[in-house]
């Protein structure tokens, strides 16, 4: 009779220790994921099992690796606004590590509000089209957005006003060439990879003799004092 096959590991050897879990929400289906062991155990760690958690919802990846570093895990569908859970544990030669719990909150759609100019009354000076600025105020700037400004006349078609850019901070959009004696409404959409939102702001009907101005960036004549 063959003797039994000798161990892998020494009996100073043990499960895996997890020091630290951190999580963040990239997307509604990706998560970076950073484990640092306290220790491996004596025995280098052959895959993560990772559980995702929020009432009924579960989601359970095993990522045969040694390290986790910055791991992107696709996940299904997570909710917006959301806590979940995370429980994360190690596995070894010798054995599973106990499980490690850390939280993290699904960030949102973009929030912001939004401010136009005021007309100006150039009596004395009849412009031939008009130039509007819309100051768009991010509340939640911290993940990346893009925003599209769109103009439309007597709620017909939407048609992009020239203007779509990428952006993390509070931005003024200038809107030209708005013909005078039209009312138009201005749709501003700010989108980020968690979700679109929209405003629309309509404007006065722009009668002969009066313009927007455009803090900085004034077209035609202007009064003086």
Same mark, same amino acid.
């Given at each position: 009779v063959s003797p039994p096959a000798a161990s892998t590991y020494t009996t100073n050897d043990s499960v895996p220790i997890i020091e630290s879990v951190s999580v963040e929400a990239l997307s509604l289906t990706i998560l970076s994921v950073d484990v640092v062991l306290l220790t491996d155990g004596g025995q280098n760690v052959s895959n993560y099992t990772v559980l995702v958690i929020l009432?009924?919802?579960t989601n359970e990846s095993v990522i045969p690796i040694a390290k986790l570093?910055?791991?992107?895990?696709t996940v299904d569908n997570l909710t917006k606004g959301e806590y979940y859970t995370l429980n994360v544990t190690a596995t070894n030669s010798v054995g599973m590590s106990e499980p490690f719990q850390s939280n993290f909150t699904v960030p949102l759609p973009p929030a912001f509000n939004t401010t136009m100019s005021t007309p100006l009354d150039l009596s004395a000076i009849p412009p031939a %089209?008009?130039?509007?600025? @819309?100051? +768009?105020?991010?509340?939640?700037p911290n993940n990346p957005v893009e925003i599209q400004v769109q103009v439309s006349t007597g709620g017909g078609d939407f048609s992009e006003a020239n203007f779509t850019r990428s952006? %993390?901070?509070?931005?003024i @959009?200038? +809107?030209e060439g708005l013909?005078?004696?039209?009312?138009?409404?201005i749709r501003v959409t700010v989108s980020n990879v968690f979700g679109t939102v929209e405003r629309s702001v309509t404007t006065t009907p722009l009668i002969g003799k009066v313009t927007f101005l455009c803090v900085g960036h004034h077209h035609g004549n202007h009064p003086s004092n």
């Open positions: 009432d009924d919802y570093t910055s791991h992107n895990l %089209t008009c130039c509007a600025s @819309i100051q +768009v105020g991010l509340q939640n952006t %993390t901070d509070m931005d @959009i200038y +809107v013909v005078a004696g039209t009312e138009y409404t």
